[in-house]
């Protein structure tokens, strides 16, 4: 692939190279426009704890 195609290829498809966090952010703000409200979303703490497993 020539610079020129992926440099069109990326236009074309800006989301690919996106982060998790900026996907969120962009839907948030899409959701906030529409129901004027934004969603809150819940992530994971990477701190496990074996003892509270049941």
């Given amino acids: 692939m020539k610079y020129t195609e992926l440099k069109e290829y990326l236009i074309k498809r800006p989301f690919l ?7 969120q952010e ?9 129901e004027r409200r934004p969603i809150i979303f819940v992530e994971t703490s990477k701190k496990r704890n074996s003892d509270n497993i049941a």
């Avoid at 190279?17 to 996907?23: C, L, P």
């Avoid at 962009?26 to 529409?34: D, H, K, S």
């Fill in 17 to 23: 190279f996106q982060s998790i966090k900026e996907k």
């Fill in 26 to 34: 962009e839907f948030n703000q899409r959701i906030a426009t529409l």
